[in-house]
C-alpha cells in the first residue's frame, strides 16, 4: 500500500511539484490508461484541524477499501492551511482534486471561480461531512474561572483566536460571540449591535497572538501561551487525546461549525480523479469514516454515528447556527465586511485587522 504524501501547508515550490506530477502523468496516459497503471493518485486540500483523523485513519481506510474493490494502489497528497488560505490557494492554482474546508463560504468561492461545477449540496447532510462548536480551552483546573464570553473581557487576561483573514476557525470563533450576543445570551441585551460590538472588541483587546489558522493557535497555547484559547471543540478534544492536560467551557451560547467537502472537478477531470474523488467524498459520510472523526473530537454528520456518540459531548444551552445569523452572505457584510462589527471591534479594541 503507498503511503501518504503529507504537505504542511503546500509551498508555491510544493504547489508546483504537484502540478508538474499531475501534467506527468496525464501525458503518460496517453501511452497507457489509469486502469492500466493500477495506481491513482488523489489530492487533497483541506483546512489545518482533521489533519489528525485523516492521516491516521480516514486516508488509509479508504486507501484499503479502493485496493479491494478496484485493485488499484491509491496515493494521496495532502494540503493543510487555514481554510480561507486554503481557499484562494485552489483558486489560485493550486490543483486539488478535494477541498475539505472549515466554510461553505470558503467552497463557494472555489465555486464563484469555475472550479466546481457539480452540485456539491446535493446528498443527505448538504455538503457537510463533520460539526463542531466554538468552545473557550483553559488550563487545567480552570485557574481564571473563566465560564463565559463575558470573562475574556477582563483586564489582563490573555486569550488566544486566530486570524479572520487566513482562518475559518477565527470566522467561526467571532460568529459566536457575536451571536451569543445578539441572542442576548452573552452579558448583554439582545438586539443591541453597539452592546454586541463592545463585547467583541473587549475581548479581542485581550487577544495576544492571532496565528494563521486553528491548530497553529492550539500549538501557541500548547506552548503555554494564553490564558485560554477561542477554538473548535474538537482542537481541545484531540489535545486531550494525545495526552494534554486541557480543559474547555461551554459558553451559554455558541455557534455550531459544519465543515464542507466538494470535488473540485476541474482539477480531477485534468487529473482523471474524478471517479476517486466523487467516491472519496461519498466514503467521508459513511459510519466507518462519521466514527474516525468522532474519535477524534468531531460532532459526526451521519445520524447513526450521531445517536451512538452523542454521550461523548457536552450539552450546549443555546445552540445557533449560521442560518441564525443570516447565512454566509449576510455575515460577510454586516459581520466581517468593510464597516461591519469586526472591524468596528479591532479598531476599538487598537487592534490591526
Known sequence: MALSIGIAGCSLVACERIKAHHENGAASSQSSTVKASKIRTLTIGAYTTPREPYGKAIL????RLWQEKH?????FEESYLGSGAQSRA???GFEADVAALSLEADIKKIAQAGLITNDWKANPTKGMVTR???VIG???GNPKAIHDWTDLTKPGYKVLTPNVRTSGGAMWNILAIWGAAQRGKAGVAAGDANAAVTLLSGIIKNVQIMDKGARE????????????????ENEVLVAKKSGKPYEYVVPTATILIENPVAVV???AARHQAQEVAVAFVEFLATKPAQEAFANFGYRPVNPEVQKATSGQFPPINDLFTIADLGGWDEVGKTV??????????????????
Open 71 to 75: 485493485g488499484e494502489t491509491l496515493k
Open 132 to 134: 463542531s462548536v466554538v
Open 336 to 353: 466581517f465586511g468593510p464597516a461591519g462589527a469586526y472591524e468596528k471591534a479591532t479598531a476599538a479594541a487598537g487592534k490591526s485587522k
Open 90 to 92: 485552489i483558486v489560485g
Open 217 to 232: 493557535s492550539m500549538l501557541t497555547f500548547e506552548n503555554g501561551i494564553g490564558d485560554a484559547i477561542i477554538t473548535y
Open 60 to 63: 488509509p481506510a479508504f486507501q
Open 265 to 267: 472537478d476541474k482539477y
Open 138 to 140: 483553559v488550563r487545567p
